[in-house]
Structure formats: structure tokens, C-alpha cells
């Protein structure tokens, strides 16, 4: 997958750092059902213009859902909901982006 190599800090990377996120699933009964780890960024340490350059918050007004809700029942169009959670995360970036190891690395 190569989403990453290790290099060197150098002088003049403005590097972020990172951490580890740890999170155990469990059954209903209360037994373990699987541990889970995720390795983060520390996102509160960029700096704007040097590591994005623009921010993208979706939001809709309840107007214009109530609007589409209207328009989808009057023209018997029917409709889905589609759930976005990933798709930033999934999302190519065509920057270098420098972060540091974790603590326990």
C-alpha cells in the first residue's frame, strides 16, 4: 500500500504529531468482543496555509431538505439516505505531509 516511508526531520518540516487511539468492542453480555487500535494525527497542531490551505464543512439547511422530501413525493421519485462519515478519509492528498512516530513506536 506504501501509504508511508520513514525519513529523516530535517530542518524547516513542520512536523505533526501523532498518537494512538485504543478501543475495546464489546458483546452485549459484557464479554470482549475485539480490541481495536487507530492511529490518529494530531489535527489541533496545523498550521493554516502551511498544512491545508482550505477547510470543507457540509451542512444543509432544513429548508432544503424539507424541500427535496416535498419534490421527491410530488414527482413519486424515490430517495435514499447515503452516509458520508469516511470520505475524507478515504480521499487522496497531493501534498507531503510530515508526522512524527508515536510515543510507544
Not at 41 to 49: D, I, S
Amino acid at each position: 500500500m506504501k501509504a508511508f516511508k520513514l525519513v529523516p526531520c530535517t530542518t524547516g518540516m513542520h512536523v505533526i504529531m501523532s498518537t494512538w487511539a485504543f478501543c475495546i468492542k464489546c458483546f452485549p453480555t459484557g464479554f470482549i468482543c475485539k480490541f481495536k487500535a487507530r492511529f490518529c494525527c494530531r489535527g489541533n497542531q496545523q498550521k493554516e496555509g502551511l498544512d491545508y490551505f482550505d477547510t470543507f464543512a457540509p451542512v444543509v439547511s432544513w429548508n432544503t431538505v424539507r424541500m427535496l422530501i416535498i419534490l421527491s413525493i410530488t414527482l413519486n421519485i424515490s430517495s435514499t439516505q447515503v452516509d458520508c462519515t469516511s470520505a475524507f478519509v478515504l480521499s487522496a492528498i497531493d501534498t507531503i505531509v510530515y508526522i512524527s512516530m508515536p510515543q510507544c513506536w
